[in-house]
């Protein structure tokens, strides 16, 4: 593994639960930033157990000494970052890196916001929607609840494209929170509005697809836990 000699711009954050599914996406990622000037690190969080592959280029592994699951995984990853910016990315790309990198360039240039929340269509023709999957079911009747619970927050509260000023992590840091489960964007939406912090929303393609290890039943209940007791 090699880090990057000056202070990368942009950290990209990505939770490992499945080693064989790293290289292709650390390709990917070479191939499209060799297009840009843009200096970036990826920040690996990796479960307990998941033995990394050896990596090339700008990557920190951080492993998990105990199971934490993917959203105090991806909080940790976010606040180990170097960069002034941050990316939550998943590592089967199911959305395209043009796309993040919009929402990048958004969150550059918009001096007042602090984060960037990717608001998530699907493409009728998506082969991984053939017809209402109850992943999506489940998540639109929850985005329903969260956002009766957060009128003035994000449309899509449990989208998992969001994108993080240095500043805005310093700030949600300060609020007294244990993150559990798979989305970490609900655990997010108390402290937003308690720190104030203006979140800038950007059409975001999504593919529907979904990555092995997502237990539909479990973060069901994680979420009706999260919506009945914690997030407020």
């Known amino acids: 593994m090699e880090s990057s000699v000056s202070t990368p711009h942009c950290s990209l954050i990505v939770y490992l639960e499945h080693p064989e599914m790293l290289p292709a996406y650390l390709r990917d ?17 990796a479960e307990k157990g998941c033995a990394v592959p050896p ?30 910016f941050s990316a939550i990315t998943s590592v089967d790309m199911n959305t395209p890196l043009g796309d993040y990198f919009k929402l990048l360039q958004n969150l550059m240039t918009e001096e007042n916001f602090e984060l960037c929340w990717g608001d ?20 639109d009747g929850f985005n329903r609840i969260l956002r009766e619970k957060f009128p003035q927050g994000p449309n ?10 240095k500043t805005a992590i310093e700030k949600l840091a300060a609020e007294p929170r244990k993150f559990t489960g ?5 655990q997010l939406l108390g402290g937003l509005r308690r720190q104030q912090l203006r979140v800038l929303e950007i059409p975001v393609f999504e593919s529907g697809q979904t990555l092995p290890g997502f237990s539909l039943w479990r973060q069901r209940w994680n979420l009706f836990i999260e919506c009945a007791f914690k997030t407020s």
């Open 182 to 186: 798979w989305y970490l964007g609900p």
């Open 120 to 139: 998530r269509y699907k493409k009728k023709d998506s082969p991984f929607l053939k017809g209402p999957h109850p992943r999506q079911q489940m998540e």
């Open 156 to 165: 899509d509260p449990l989208s998992e494209i969001l994108l993080f000023k």
């Open 55 to 84: 990596t090339e280029g700008p990557v920190r592994v951080l492993q998990n000494s105990k199971k934490l699951g993917r959203a105090a995984s991806l909080w940790r990853g976010l606040q180990s970052s170097q960069a002034p």
């Open 29 to 45: 990622l070479r191939g499209f930033f060799a297009k840009f000037p843009l200096n970036y690190e990826v920040v690996v969080v």
